[in-house]
């Protein structure tokens, strides 16, 4: 990444929809300085930034970090390698949508087990001596365990479609 060309690449775009720096850094809700400071190169925008100044420019992000207008083969070959990365992120979330089934079922299948020995004691029924409420203990601990790694998995995974809007944008 060069700052001067993408400062350079800024300051034509942004002429090219007839807005002042003052404008544009309105726009953008940041001083008229600092687009100046972009434009000389001596700064970068913000990533944060990137995507409303893309937007505003009418510009892919890529094209914005290169300094550059991108030809359609380059533009063509950029979405390939955004799909391939597209299909590959989809084919992770069905592997830990699995996962989490699998942790889920194995979750509730221990919490039917323990659930049926509390009420009817099967395992006094297939053990000797005191190993059911071993058992009844472990199972009901898996049960939790198993659970919460599955409920976790669920709660704390961004999207792909949210990955995708994000990468797309950017």
Not at 108 to 129: H, N, R, W
Not at 138 to 152: D, K, P, Q, S
């Amino acid at each position: 990444m060069n700052q001067k060309e993408i400062g350079k690449f800024i300051a034509s775009l942004r002429k090219e929809k007839q807005l002042t720096q003052e404008q544009f850094a309105e726009i953008l809700g940041v001083n008229n300085r600092t687009v100046s400071r972009w434009e000389n190169g001596h700064n970068m925008p913000d990533l944060s930034l990137l995507p409303i100044i893309s937007e505003q420019l009418e510009v892919d992000i890529a094209e914005l970090i290169s300094g550059r207008r991108r030809s359609i083969e380059e533009m063509a070959e950029l979405r390939d390698s955004i799909n391939v990365i597209l299909n590959k992120s989809e084919e992770e979330k069905e592997m830990k949508t699995r996962k989490m089934n699998i942790h889920l079922i194995a979750g509730l299948t221990c919490l039917v087990l323990a659930i049926l020995q509390s009420k009817f004691g099967i395992f006094s029924l297939i053990f000797k001596e005191h190993i059911d409420e071993f058992l009844h203990g472990a199972i009901t601990g898996l049960a939790l365990v198993f659970m919460i790694v599955g409920l976790y998995n669920n709660n704390h995974e961004k999207t792909v479609k949210q990955q995708k809007k994000e990468f797309l944008k950017g």
